[in-house]
């Protein structure tokens, strides 16, 4: 948690910078807002600071509506630690819990569910079902203003079991009820349009740029500055269409989704796929300190790492090269109910690939688990499991260990003679530099 002082310097300058990496709630008012929230500054003998949103929700405190404070992009904390905590937010930030119950949590993570719950109150002031249930109030809340559903579809497609517990959880996030909170907006055309929030800076064009430099035909187009690709979800596919938009803390998000429970994890992977949750502004203070990456810091702020939409598509692109992968799209991919421009499928799952012997011994490894790559495994773990396949060379697992496990300390074998020690631990965002400075 971070210090007193340092929280109420946040408050009293309204830096968004802290926004997401705690909350603050008030006693007189019962509300918890972001540091940032440009209400009057509360006295400090009624303020308590909370790590999450859940925390301050499951201490009776509800979400101011303002500032919004449970929008705000999550902790970039979660980006850079590998411990059980970490590890745990990112699979309940996907949907896990509502899918698999706090069981499917533990049994993913290797742990017990006491042992997880425990990590997770000490961590973050709040269990897996509190967690699960302010994630689950706050994408209620994005399809209440975003489209003119029936609330009662909104309560299912958030994950609610119950209608009653769905105005329950509401009330205790909002002290409002749904209807209430709805602001009258007409159906969206085509699907659920989101603001995804970011901490700036953030050069979102180069982001969308990078991504479709390198798109594979079928499930990805990239067109006059706007990317668009496939999901392969849980319960369904999707087609996700994201923009830049000029002088704002948001990339405009268009969902078409086959099934609006999926709506959750959606987010979550657009949100991985341009790394939205960095602290940009601390990682490019650290590395424009240097002397040498400092004027390409200067040239170019807010570069950030790309992730991706799914970790064993990118590593089955990582075998077979973007030529190979198309064609493995249009011979094994999903065609879509929908398509959207150059966007018809969504690429094979690694099931079908293994069936097929496509890379043999690799691409069974992923897909039967003995190498798993989804947002609770271990990094280290991974990166061993992954250097002792077949097929996939030294740059190619870093690459990996950089886009599908996130990591941002990661050194490119081709650039070592380039990157320095000191650049730790931001390696990851350091070679966006030095890719952007390559002729």
């Not at 961590?123 to 489209?147: I, K």
């Amino acid at each position: 948690m971070i210090s007193e002082e340092v929280a109420f310097a946040a408050m009293e300058s309204r830096d968004p910078r802290f926004d997401g990496w705690f909350f603050v709630a008030v006693t007189t008012t019962g509300v918890y807002c972001r540091p940032s929230c440009p209400a009057v500054m509360p006295k400090p003998e009624n303020v308590r600071l909370f790590p999450s949103a859940a925390a301050a929700q499951v201490n009776g405190f509800r979400a101011c509506r303002r500032c919004r404070p449970d929008a705000a992009p999550g902790s970039p904390e979660w980006n850079v630690r590998t411990d059980l905590a970490a590890r745990a937010m990112r699979l309940i930030a996907d949907g896990v819990v509502d899918r698999e119950g706090v069981a499917g949590l533990a049994a993913r993570l290797g742990y017990s569910e006491r042992q997880v719950h425990r990590q997770l109150v000490a961590e973050v002031g709040a269990g897996p079902q509190a967690l699960a249930r302010a994630q689950r109030a706050q994408t209620a809340r994005m399809l209440l203003e975003s489209s003119s559903l029936p609330i009662s579809d909104v309560a299912f497609a958030a994950g609610f079991a119950s209608i009653r517990q769905f105005n329950d959880s509401f009330r205790q996030a909002y002290a409002t009820t749904p209807s209430r909170l709805r602001d009258g907006a007409g159906p969206t055309p085509g699907g659920t349009v989101l603001r995804l929030a970011f901490r700036p800076p953030m050069d979102v064009p180069a982001m969308l740029r990078f991504l479709g430099e390198r798109a594979v035909r079928g499930i990805e187009e990239y067109r006059d500055g706007v990317y668009s690709r496939s999901l392969a979800l849980p319960r369904g596919a999707a087609v996700v269409t994201m923009r830049h938009v000029p002088r704002a803390d948001h990339v405009l998000c268009e969902l078409r989704l086959d099934d609006l429970r999926d709506l959750t994890a959606a987010v979550q992977r657009c949100r991985r796929l341009l790394d939205l949750d960095a602290d940009q502004q601390a990682i490019d203070a650290f590395l424009g300190a240097d002397p040498e990456l400092g004027p390409l810091v200067a040239a170019h702020p807010g570069l950030r790492v790309p992730g991706c939409a799914d970790p064993g598509e990118l590593a089955v692109r990582a075998l077979v090269g973007g030529q190979e992968a198309a064609r493995l799209v249009h011979r094994y991919g999903r065609p879509l109910t929908t398509t959207q421009g150059a966007v018809t499928h969504t690429f094979p799952d690694l099931a079908t690939l293994a069936e097929q012997g496509v890379h043999g011994e690799t691409v069974r490894a992923l897909a039967d688990g003995t190498v798993t790559m989804d947002v609770g495994a271990d990094p280290l773990h991974v990166r061993k499991g992954l250097l002792d396949l077949p097929g996939l060379s030294e740059e190619a697992v870093a690459c990996l260990m950089m886009r599908a496990l996130r990591d941002p300390d990661v050194l490119l074998p081709h650039l070592a003679g380039r990157v320095r020690e000191t650049w730790r631990p931001w390696r990851s965002y350091a070679t966006q530099h030095l890719w952007a400075d390559s002729p």
